[in-house]
């Protein structure tokens, strides 16, 4: 069976160079996207099989990755997703899993295994690129703590994310729908989680953790 497959990522060597990896093997790219608006309309109106995408893309609020994925997971629960990321940070790859994906997938990872990825993902199998999973392994987890959230729940890591971004609790709250006062009792949380004591503290984790990359 011919797999059709979404693509989406803000560069268009990436997607040219997808595209010619994904059409090697027994797929065919049904529709390219840029932003996450680009995705959104093409998913609305596209079937395909599995969908490929970057972590983050430039677009607004959905521009976090762990925001667009979870957005992605809601609407769409049943499609595969494979994500393409320069990202290394445990946390964050646990987190990206922990939204349900199927994949991850080194931008520099060896050529056959994006194609593996999709397979795997279509199989509803759960595919980490070599590079990540010894990365992973490195750091002092096993095959099975791969593949589970991180200490910090998705949620926690995303505001995280963006208060050490830059971003106000007000920006925050706005950005992801939720109150101020929840945005603060997850900072909170996710203090306490990581046994910091100040919000300097805990920025200063998502910085020396690439959690702002």
């Not at 065919?28 to 972590?55: K, N, Q, W, Y």
């Not at 987890?141 to 998705?154: D, G, N």
């Not at 203090?191 to 690439?210: F, M, T, V």
């Amino acid at each position: 069976m011919t797999l059709k497959i979404v693509l989406a990522d803000d560069h268009p060597i990436v997607l040219l160079g997808a595209r010619m990896l994904v059409e090697q093997g027994e797929a065919v790219v049904v529709g390219e996207a840029r932003t996450p608006e680009e995705l959104t309309l093409i998913l609305s109106s596209t079937e395909c099989d599995v969908l490929v995408t970057d972590f983050a893309m430039p677009g607004g609020a959905e521009a976090d990755g762990m925001a667009m994925l979870g957005r992605l997971r809601r609407k769409y629960p049943a499609l595969p997703i494979v994500v393409l990321t320069n990202m290394s940070n445990a946390g964050v790859l646990r987190s990206i899993l922990g939204e349900g994906v199927r994949g991850i997938v080194e931008k520099g990872a060896e050529m056959g295994e994006l194609p593996v990825a999709i397979r795997a993902a279509a199989k509803g199998v759960t595919y980490l690129s070599e590079k990540l999973k010894r990365h992973l392994e490195e750091q002092g987890f096993t095959s099975k703590e791969s593949v589970s959230a991180a200490r910090l729940t998705a949620r926690e890591m995303e505001v995280v994310r963006l208060l050490a971004s830059g971003m106000s609790p007000t920006e925050v709250s706005q950005a992801l729908h939720r109150t101020v006062k929840t945005v603060s009792w997850t900072k909170i949380s996710a203090k306490r989680k990581l046994g910091l004591k100040s919000d300097a503290e805990l920025y200063e984790y998502a910085r020396n953790h690439q959690l702002t990359s």
